[in-house]
C-alpha cells in the first residue's frame, strides 16, 4: 500500500500507550514525525511525549476512523491489540507489521506451526481441548510439561507448570475454558532472544543476540554479547531473518529462543519492540525504536552494529526507588517511564551499563 517514503512533519499513530509506545514516539520525534498515541487509558505513559492521545477502546469504529483520517502510518507497540482493529485501520492507512504477523503471534498455537513450517525447531506442542486430552498429552510427554493459554498470556501469566503430582482437574477448571496448547518442557541452558529490523524493500538488520535473565517470570536482565560463539550467533540471526521474511515483515520483529545441547529452539516472537532489545538504545547508533520508525516510514534500515557492550536492568516496583543511586554510577544509562504509581511487578523503568567492546565477552 506505501510506495513511497515518510516525510519529517508527517503523523504516525501508535496503537498502544505503555513505555514501548513513549520510546517509539520519542523515536518517531528523533525523525521529525508527529505521533499520536491510541490507547484507552487515561493518562498513558507514551501520551506524555506525543503531539496528541486518543484515549477510545480498541473496538471503537468511529475514533479508530478518526485515528486513521489523522495519520499518515500505523503502527502498535503490543500484540494483543483486536486483528479486527488493524485490519478496519489498513482499509485507511498502511499498518505495520500487517495483520498477517499479528494473527501468528497472537496465538501460540499458529505460531508454532508456522515456525515449525519454516524447519525451525520449537518445543513439542499439542493443542488441548478437553480435560482427558490433556491427561493424555501430558504422559505421552513423559509426565511434565507447560500448560500455555493459546492467547493473551504475557510475563508468565496464563501458564501451568504440570508434573505427576498436578491437580489436573482444578488447573483445567482454571483456564475456564481458553483455548490451550501443552508444551514439553524444554531443559533449555539459556534464554536468547534477537531484534531483526525489516523494511519494506525487504532490507534486514539484525542486532546481536542478547543472553535474557528472568526473575519471577519477567525479564531481569539482558546481557550483550550473549555467550555464544560467532557461528551460533549468526545461526540465531539467520533464523531471525528467515521468519521476518517468510511473514514479509515489516519493522521490528522479536524472536525468543532456548538454548539446548541439542541447538536452538524458538519459544516465541513478538510482533513488536522488545523488553530484551532496550539495551539498543544505548549500545548502538540506531536502536529498535529508531529502526522500527525507519521500517514502517519506508526509509532505509541504518546499521545495527554495536558500539558496546550492555547489560540493561529492568526496574521491576520499587526498583526505581534505586534512581538516586542509578544516576551517580558512571555508564549507566537511566531510562523512567513516567508511571507515577508504583505497583509490584510493573515496569517502571530500565538501566543500561554500557561497557567497552570486548568487556562482556
Ligand atoms: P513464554 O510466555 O512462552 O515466553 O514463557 C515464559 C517463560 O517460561 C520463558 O521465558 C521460559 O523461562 C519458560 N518456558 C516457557 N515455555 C517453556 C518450555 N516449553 N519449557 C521450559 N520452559 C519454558
Known amino acids: 500500500m506505501m510506495t513511497s517514503m515518510l516525510e519529517p512533519g508527517q503523523i504516525i499513530g501508535i496503537l498502544g500507550g505503555g513505555q514501548l509506545g513513549r520510546m517509539l514516539a520519542q523515536a518517531a520525534a528523533q525523525f521529525g514525525f508527529h505521533v499520536i498515541i491510541y490507547c484507552p487509558d487515561e493518562q498513558p505513559p507514551a501520551a506524555e511525549v506525543a503531539d496528541q492521545h486518543i484515549c477510545a477502546a480498541y473496538h471503537d469504529p468511529d475514533a479508530l476512523l478518526a485515528f486513521a483520517q489523522r495519520c499518515d502510518c500505523i503502527t502498535y507497540e503490543f500484540e494483543n491489540i483486536p486483528v479486527e482493529t488493524v485490519a478496519l485501520l489498513a482499509q485507511h492507512k498502511p499498518v505495520w507489521p500487517d495483520a498477517r504477523a499479528l494473527n501468528v503471534a497472537q496465538d501460540r498455537l499458529t505460531e508454532k506451526q508456522f515456525i515449525q513450517g519454516l524447519g525451525i525447531p520449537v518445543a513439542p506442542f499439542v493443542a488441548i481441548?478437553?480435560?482427558?486430552?490433556?491427561?493424555?498429552?501430558?504422559?505421552?510427554?513423559?509426565?511434565?510439561?507447560?500448560?500455555?493459554?493459546?492467547?493473551l498470556g504475557y510475563d508468565g501469566k496464563g501458564q501451568w507448570r504440570l508434573d505427576a503430582q498436578s491437580d489436573l482437574d482444578q488447573i483445567f477448571d482454571d483456564t475456564q475454558g481458553q483455548a490451550l496448547i501443552l508444551e514439553g518442557l524444554i531443559a533449555f541452558e539459556r534464554e536468547l532472544s534477537v531484534i531483526i529490523g525489516r523494511g519494506?524493500?525487504?532490507?534486514?538488520?539484525?542486532?546481536?543476540?542478547?543472553?535474557?535473565?528472568?526473575?519471577?517470570?519477567?525479564?531481569?536482565?539482558?546481557?550483550?554479547?550473549?555467550?555464544?560463539?560467532?557461528?551460533?550467533?549468526?545461526?540465531?540471526?539467520?533464523?531471525?531473518t528467515k521468519i521476518s521474511s517468510a511473514l514479509e515483515y515489516v519493522g521490528v520483529l522479536a524472536v525468543e529462543l532456548f538454548m539446548t545441547s541439542d541447538g536452538f529452539m524458538v519459544n516465541e516472537i513478538a510482533p513488536r519492540v522488545h523488553n530484551s532489545g532496550h539495551w539498543t538504545l544505548d549500545a548502538c547508533g540506531t536502536s529498535q525504536f529508531a529502526q522500527h520508525i525507519r521500517a514502517i516510514s519506508g526509509w532505509p534500515l541504518a546499521s545495527p552494529t554495536r558500539h558496546s557492550d550492555a547489560r540493561m536492568t529492568n526496574l521491576i516496583g520499587n526498583d526505581v526507588d534505586k534512581w538516586p543511586t542509578l544516576i551517580r554510577e558512571p555508564d549507566h544509562c537511566l531510562?523512567?517511564?513516567?508511571?507515577?504509581?508504583?505497583?509490584?511487578?510493573?515496569?517502571?523503568?530500565?538501566?543500561?551499563?554500557?561497557?567497552?567492546?570486548?568487556?562482556?565477552?
Open 200 to 240: 519494506i524493500d525487504g532490507q534486514i538488520a539484525c542486532y546481536d543476540p542478547a543472553l535474557n535473565v528472568h526473575r519471577n517470570h519477567i525479564l531481569h536482565t539482558s546481557t550483550v554479547p550473549a555467550p555464544v560463539s560467532a557461528d551460533d550467533a549468526a545461526h540465531i540471526r539467520d533464523i531471525g
Open 335 to 361: 531510562h523512567l517511564y513516567g508511571k507515577s504509581e508504583v505497583k509490584a511487578g510493573r515496569k517502571m523503568g530500565h538501566v543500561t551499563h554500557i561497557m567497552p567492546l570486548g568487556t562482556i565477552g
Open 129 to 151: 481441548d478437553t480435560r482427558e486430552a490433556l491427561a493424555s498429552a501430558l504422559a505421552e510427554m513423559g509426565g511434565t510439561g507447560i500448560l500455555k493459554t493459546r492467547r
